[in-house]
């Protein structure tokens, strides 16, 4: 199963022709950073409240249960717009104050972690969430890939929020459905061209470092054993 969820992985492979990496470095059942004192097990990562786009947060609501429940209260207390269901001015006021303690204070907690210290909306999380990882395979080359897919995925969320907008967050979620990538290639035009072109780079530096990372077989002999 890919640690990236729908629609990020449909857009990866639609881009890249092949599925994301997976980084088991990242492990958040059993988070390597509260390990080391870097962050509070309350918290881990989740150290700011998101801004859902529309059809992600419908998508939530016509899932029923927990997500739901957690996206009807944020409706309450949140900023909800057409396109995004927001964090109030306060909440990123907040973040703004203390993001230099990310994972490490509770006062920009996200809104959306339950009280088993899981997210409520992983399925339905934004383009951000989804493709932060607080380890990577290789290093600072893996972190290069998920910020350039970062960049196009969040370019690509906000266009879609854009065109499915209207008639509530639920009819945005049934209509992004239909939402194709070669759609948001027209849409988006030279500037999504771009941000898929930095992701194709990204991934191409990805590949030679796991090349190069991999174990050199032994030299074989005449007959084809390793001499």
């Known amino acids: 199963m890919s640690q990236l969820s729908e629609p990020y992985l449909s857009w990866w492979i639609a881009v890249l022709g092949e599925p994301p990496p997976h980084e088991p470095l990242a492990d958040c059942a059993n988070c390597p950073m ?3 004192g870097k962050f509070l097990p309350e918290v881990k990562c989740c150290g700011y409240v998101p801004a859902i786009p529309n059809f992600r947060a419908g998508g939530a609501l016509r ?9 009807e209260r944020r409706l309450r207390t949140g900023r909800p717009t057409e396109t995004w269901l ?3 001015a306060e909440e990123e006021a907040t973040y703004d104050r203390t993001r230099m303690r990310f ?3 509770d006062a920009s907690k996200c809104a959306y972690v339950t009280e088993r210290g899981t997210c409520a909306i992983w399925a339905w999380r934004n383009a951000t969430c989804a493709t932060w990882f607080c380890r990577h395979g ?3 080359v893996g972190g290069a890939l998920w910020d350039a897919a970062a960049d196009l995925f969040r370019f690509a969320e ?3 929020a854009v065109l499915v907008a209207g008639d509530g967050y639920e009819k945005a979620a049934e209509r992004a459905a239909s939402v194709t990538w070669d759609d948001l290639r027209r849409l988006g035009g030279h500037e999504l061209a771009a941000l898929e072109d930095a992701l194709r780079e990204a991934w191409a530096t990805w590949r030679a470092a796991d090349e190069a ?3 050199t077989p032994p030299p074989r002999g005449p007959r084809g054993g390793a001499r």
Not at 63 to 71: H, L, S, V
């Open 86 to 88: 927001r964090p109030t």
């Open 34 to 36: 509260c390990a080391e």
């Open 63 to 71: 899932a029923g249960g927990e997500a739901r429940a957690y996206i």
């Open 158 to 160: 906000g266009g879609v």
């Open 138 to 140: 290789h290093g600072e």
């Open 103 to 105: 994972g490490q204070t």
């Open 213 to 215: 990372a991999r174990p």
